[in-house]
């Protein structure tokens, strides 16, 4: 039989009330703790031992890690790029040079079968290593006819380049600039042909000169050549040895 307020008989209820107390407060204090920690810290942190926040800390420090390998290969690939880059500017400007020397090969030919010579077969070879007939050349081949110009009968046999068409300048010695439209048609003013290093075209006769010398490459017919990206002129002399660097590029 149930006493007062369903208390079960012989019970009394101050005792009943006084053990549950005890209980009671040790419930509240773990679901005080699962509360606190649900909710996070000041500083961010869900954590209040600074476990979490120690492992942020190790995260970071690889993420600076990580980073500096990317820089380090982006800078790697940035310098191999680079080299392909110029490897491939230095493969065009060749193919250029190679293309141009080939254009005025053909226009030589032209102008040998009109005229039975090839241009500068009159001019003497002085020093190998300062001559170059080629004004000579171009007059013949890309000038006007006579009797306004020296050209063959059926000149002109090219088209030139005008912004690469060159002549000595006056006030700077060793220096040339860009042609003027006087001096373009003026055949008594020597006139040069760039490379795509800004250096000109080198030429010299052979074919008619009695004396064949070492230096001469084309001993039946001529030399035309670029001095190349250094701007050495080792050709001047004949093609280097087997094993001397050269990058001169010629009609051989």
Known sequence: ????????????????????????????????????????????????????????????????????????????????????????????????????????????????RDEGVYPGWNLQVGDPEDFNGFPAMYENIAGERPPQGRGGKNSPYIELDTGMIVIVDEDFDDEYKVVGRDDLYDPDVEKFYFDPWKSPYIYRENKSKRVKEDWMIRRSGYDLWSAGRDGENEACFGIPEEGEEYDDIGNW
């Open 1 to 112: 039989m149930k006493g007062p307020r369903g208390i079960a008989p012989g019970v009394s209820p101050q005792l009943r009330s006084s053990s549950q107390t005890p209980r009671g407060r040790h419930s509240l204090g773990r679901e005080y703790r699962m509360i606190f920690k649900l909710i996070p810290n000041c500083s961010g942190d869900s954590s209040f031992d600074g476990t979490h926040s120690n492992e942020r800390r190790r995260d970071v420090g690889f993420t600076l890690i990580e980073l500096m390998i990317v820089v380090a290969i982006i800078a790697v690939l940035s310098t191999l790029v680079t080299k392909m880059i110029q490897q491939a500017m230095r493969k065009a400007e060749e193919a250029q040079a190679a293309n141009d020397i080939s254009s005025l090969k053909n226009a030589l030919e032209m102008y040998n």
